[in-house]
């Protein structure tokens, strides 16, 4: 059975949501054709042009739309001179138009059920109507259940949203944070949803991983800082570029691609101040492997930059993004509980605790090995279960249409129904109700 996909992200913010659907993409590619016994192909509908520049799987593609990102009123154009409910419309017709033409057998939504303002909620409509399998995939931790509660209420309610949903997977460790059990799940969700274990192990490499190209690793041994993006990482690239560093160590610092320039600048010229052992660099396409490689690493609390950590034995402080959501608190916090990270709150952080963190942790390691972070092995067979459903589903309709046409073909009988006091046969009262 040879199987298209769509996988969709808003990317108002950073890339995360992207990069989640892609590293879900390889995964899907690698594994699911051993399991239905066709090919797997499909489109990546992203809305920051950074995101499509990563390579995808053979038989893959991206579908990057104009872009929208936060204003002080909601959202507007990140470019486009139009109106925001316009470029939304435009988006939602894009969208729709590609995945009427791709007919594709399951619909990814990552975060966002009905994207940005609503868009995506009449193409989930039309791609329930065509047979479609549709699944919402979350980040383990929303924000607190009080936001995210309102936030399922804007949409129409929880039970409106899951009326357009076959499945629901979170993407974490039961174990370790479950929204099911937080609230920020309500039952008509929390009744879809399957924890995949966090989608770490086995995460792709970006675009820059390629044929003469050099990786920016320092020689051993070094400690790292990494803060995802880095739209919203200045302040602790200040204080990371500012430590002391542990004698004889290297300190690689990769502000993020999304970083402003100026704020960048400022980066280098503390990090020439304080020690001439500190590289600074946009971005790098083996994240993976350096935070494996390094001693020690300093991090945001960001879902992707964590998976990549929590694949790895590296030692992290995590020192969390804290304005306009409690997701990365709330992560921090839960991975802090279990052993997996130590954290520490960003309002009080000096340059003084991050050198005493590196100084005290570069000759430790961490075991996570007591945590679920096999998700991207999961995926597959959770996507087989879903598409067979579909296949029976579409078949049983089919049968029904069949016997319906037929029956109204039929000449009409001439034999009178029996009286309503004749028993129901006792197989079909079993099952009544």
Request: aromatic share 4%; charged share 20%.
């Given at each position: 059975m ?6 969709y ?7 995360g ?9 390889y ?5 699911l054709p051993?399991l239905?016994?066709?090919t797997v192909?499909?489109?990546?509908i992203?809305g ?12 893959w593609?991206w ?5 929208m990102?936060?204003t002080?009123g ?8 139009m ?8 988006r939602s017709?894009?969208?729709d138009a590609a ?9 990814i939504?990552?975060r ?6 609503g868009?995506l ?9 065509r047979g ?7 980040r383990e931790v ?7 509660s309102?936030?399922?209420d804007?949409l ?9 949903l076959?499945a ?8 370790v944070?479950?929204p099911r059990?937080t609230?920020?799940?309500?039952p008509?969700?929390?009744?879809l949803?399957?924890?995949?274990g966090?989608?770490?192990?086995g ?9 003469g ?7 051993p041994?070094?400690?790292?800082t ?10 602790v ?19 993020g691609?999304?970083m ?11 990090a020439a101040?304080a020690s001439?052992?500190?590289?600074v660099?946009?971005s790098?396409?083996?994240?993976p492997?350096l935070?494996?490689?390094a ?6 609390g ?7 950590v929590?694949?790895t034995s590296?030692?992290?402080l995590?020192?969390p993004?804290?304005r306009r ?8 916090r839960?991975l802090?509980?279990?052993?997996a990270?130590?954290t ?9 605790d991050?050198?005493a963190w ?7 390691r961490?075991?996570?090995s007591?945590?679920d ?5 999961i995926?597959?067979?959770l996507a ?6 579909a296949?029976?589903?579409?078949a049983t ?7 319906a ?6 000449p ?22």
């Amino acid at each position: 059975m040879d199987t298209t996909i769509a996988l969709y992200s808003h990317d108002s913010v950073g890339l995360g949501h992207a990069r989640r659907n892609r590293a879900l993409a390889y995964a899907l590619a690698a594994h699911l054709p051993t399991l239905t016994g066709g090919t797997v192909g499909g489109l990546l509908i992203a809305g920051h042009p950074d995101a499509g520049r990563d390579p995808l799987p053979e038989g893959w593609d991206w579908l990057v739309l104009p872009g929208m990102t936060r204003t002080r009123g909601g959202y507007g154009p990140r470019r486009l001179g139009m109106d925001a409910d316009a470029l939304r419309d435009l988006r939602s017709a894009t969208i729709d138009a590609a995945l009427s033409a791709l007919n594709p057998d399951l619909f990814i939504a990552d975060r966002h059920p009905f994207g940005i303002d609503g868009e995506l909620e009449p193409v989930l409509a039309n791609l329930r109507a065509r047979g479609t399998a549709t699944v919402l995939g979350l980040r383990e931790v929303l924000d607190s259940p009080r936001v995210a509660s309102a936030e399922w209420d804007a949409l129409g309610g929880a039970e409106h949203v899951a009326s357009l949903l076959d499945a629901v997977w979170v993407y974490g460790d039961h174990h370790v944070y479950d929204p099911r059990l937080t609230g920020e799940l309500p039952p008509a969700l929390a009744r879809l949803a399957t924890p995949t274990g966090y989608l770490a192990h086995g995460r792709p490499a970006g675009r820059s991983a390629s044929p003469g190209r050099t990786s920016p690793k320092p020689p051993p041994p070094y400690v790292l800082t990494v803060l995802g993006g880095g739209s919203d990482g200045v302040e602790v690239a200040r204080l990371a570029a500012s430590a002391r560093l542990p004698e004889g160590h290297q300190h690689l610092l990769i502000t993020g691609p999304q970083m402003p320039e100026q704020d960048i600048a400022e980066i280098r010229a503390l990090a020439a101040a304080a020690s001439e052992a500190t590289t600074v660099i946009r971005s790098a396409a083996d994240v993976p492997e350096l935070i494996a490689d390094a001693v020690s690493v300093v991090c945001m609390g960001g879902y992707n930059t964590i998976a990549e950590v929590m694949a790895t034995s590296t030692p992290a402080l995590v020192v969390p993004r804290h304005r306009r959501r409690q997701e990365q608190p709330r992560r921090a916090r839960a991975l802090a509980a279990v052993g997996a990270v130590e954290t520490c709150d960003p309002e009080t952080l000096t340059a003084q605790d991050i050198s005493a963190w590196w100084h005290r942790s570069v000759t430790t390691r961490t075991d996570r090995s007591h945590i679920d972070l096999g998700g991207l092995d999961i995926v597959a067979h959770l996507a087989k279960e879903l598409l067979t459903a579909a296949a029976r589903s579409a078949a049983t309709h089919s049968d029904a249409s069949r016997s319906a046409a037929t029956h109204s073909a039929a000449p009409r009988s001439t034999v009178e129904p029996p009286p309503a006091s004749v028993p129901t046969h006792p197989e079909v009262s079993r099952h009544v109700g």
